[in-house]
């Protein structure tokens, strides 16, 4: 792995470890500590989402146009100095403008990060964006741990420690992402390749795919909404619940040489890996659906992750194989646009079936979405004329 790699692995980290701090607790701050229904506050994620998913095409927009270090310098300025007025404004309506305000700035980095790093390791492939997939969920894995501790010897911390980890990695990125020459990394063909009838097929591919990704993240974004409200009515504590996110992020490691055979073995049936990994999602959302206890959730949260690390990783790589010169921005900003498109209906969806009938109903309606995720998993390359995977 190139050197440069690596500064965008750690800065991943601690972006996720900074984000991680807050998002899983989101849903219990409202509820129980702002004294809102989940339905609001699945309204309030929702909005957080959706300008998370202007920023994320902006935010690939503006890797094809003035390249990674600025795009990403732009984004972290804005998120570290949104961060810092959550420091000392947390009540109702300030909380919710500054999370919406986030949401907008943290999209702007997230495409720029994953372009990037596929342009910076062209011939890294799919282990490209797996390292920066593990990355990420090291940082899941470290983030919410530490918040839940956190918070459960004094809330206010947890804004404090959010401002603190954005700080140093805005530092990385000053420091050492002016490094990377975007330019020469990802020469911009977009007049070129605008009218292409193939490039056109590609984008199509990649939308059909993106309709499997929202699904997936319907349900998967359950976890940081409803599930987590529903730990805390069956007595779990905080640091129970960031536990479960611990293991999530450290068997996405820990899963990486048990599953690597069978990526090997796959590594050019990509779809292969999309079912897969849908299909344990599924059976994990089964096992929420009967759990009363801290074992029964951490037995679920093993085998999501298990799904995860086969599904997720391929998405990107996809995405910038399907992209013509100069566009990989754009593509990745479509892929975290759907993810967080995804984010944004999950919680105002789980919030309205637990209001309107129960726990239960949410876990196995997200079964059925799933299962129906395989159709546009299974479908995608046949829109595009150039992919011969099958």
């Not at 219990?28 to 500590?33: A, E, G, M, N, Q």
């Amino acid at each position: 792995m190139p050197k440069q790699v690596w500064y965008l692995v750690i800065g991943m980290f601690l972006n996720t470890v900074g984000s991680s701090f807050l998002w899983p607790l989101n849903s219990i701050y409202i509820h129980h500590h702002l004294g809102k229904t989940l339905t609001i506050a699945g309204i309030v994620l929702m909005l957080n989402s959706l300008a998370a998913v202007i920023g994320n095409l902006l935010g690939g927009y503006l890797f094809d146009r003035i390249g990674g270090f600025k795009t990403i310098v732009i984004g972290v300025t804005l998120n570290i100095v949104t961060l810092g007025l959550l420091v000392f404004w947390h009540d109702w309506w300030p909380y919710v403008i500054l999370l919406t305000i986030i949401g907008f700035s943290g999209g702007v980095v997230f495409p720029a990060m994953y372009a990037l790093i596929g342009a910076a390791w062209p011939e890294g492939g799919r282990k490209a964006f797996n390292t920066l997939f593990l990355s990420n969920n090291v940082g899941v894995a470290v983030g919410p741990a530490l918040a839940g501790f956190i918070a459960d010897v004094n809330f206010e911390y947890v804004f404090k420690a959010n401002f603190f980890t954005y700080f140093i990695f805005f530092t990385l990125v000053v420091l050492t992402y002016k490094r990377f020459d975007t330019k020469s990394m990802a020469p911009k063909n977009v007049i070129a390749e605008r009218g292409n009838k193939e490039s056109r097929a590609g984008l199509y591919a990649l939308l059909t795919l993106c309709l499997a990704l929202v699904l997936c993240w319907m349900s998967y974004s359950q976890w940081s909404a409803t599930i987590s409200s529903y730990t805390q009515g069956l007595g779990m504590s905080l640091s129970q619940y960031s536990v479960i996110w611990t293991i999530n992020g450290l068997l996405v490691v820990g899963f990486q040489p048990i599953i690597r055979p069978l990526v090997r073995r796959w590594e050019k049936k990509l779809k292969h890996q999309l079912v897969l990994g849908l299909v344990l999602m599924s059976f994990s959302f089964c096992i929420v659906a009967i759990a009363e206890e801290f074992t029964m959730f951490a037995t679920a949260m093993v085998i999501l992750t298990l799904g995860e690390v086969f599904f997720t990783p391929v998405i990107p790589t996809i995405a910038n194989r399907l992209a013509p010169k100069g566009r990989q921005g754009f593509y990745q900003g479509i892929v975290n646009s759907a993810t967080t498109i995804g984010r944004m209906i999950g919680p105002l969806f789980g919030g309205l079936m637990v209001d309107l009938f129960d726990m239960q109903t949410l876990m196995w309606s997200l079964v059925v979405l799933l299962l129906i995720a395989i159709i546009p998993a299974c479908a995608w390359h046949a829109n595009n004329t150039e992919n011969s995977e099958n």
